[in-house]
């Protein structure tokens, strides 16, 4: 299951807050809507997302962040699996 956080912010802090959401881990997927609520853009994340695959992405989060003075990100996380509860230990005998 997972679960969406939104933020609302400037244009010119699109770029760090995309790079801060994808260090934080736990991230499926980033909607990138107007302030109109219409969806620009959505970058689907995978675990193994790293350096040279993340470039062409932030380029293109920099290039839409230039054209934009206010937007809302959509972030989908993946919900840690819930543990199932330690059955209580019966005292030895």
């Known amino acids: 299951m997972s679960k969406f ?3 609302e912010i400037k244009g010119e802090q699109l770029l760090s807050k ?6 934080e881990g736990n991230v499926r997927r980033i909607i990138i809507k107007d302030k109109a609520g219409k969806e620009l853009v959505t970058f ?3 675990v193994g997302v790293v350096g040279a695959v993340l470039a062409p992405i ?3 989060i920099g290039a839409i ?3 934009l003075t206010e937007c809302t990100i959509a972030v989908e996380r993946e919900d840690p699996p819930m543990e199932e509860p330690i059955a209580a230990e019966k005292p030895m005998d």
């Open 5 to 7: 956080d939104y933020f």
């Open 44 to 46: 689907p994340l995978t």
């Open 65 to 67: 962040a230039a054209l």
């Open 58 to 60: 932030l380029a293109g």
């Open 18 to 23: 995309v790079k801060e959401i994808i260090a």
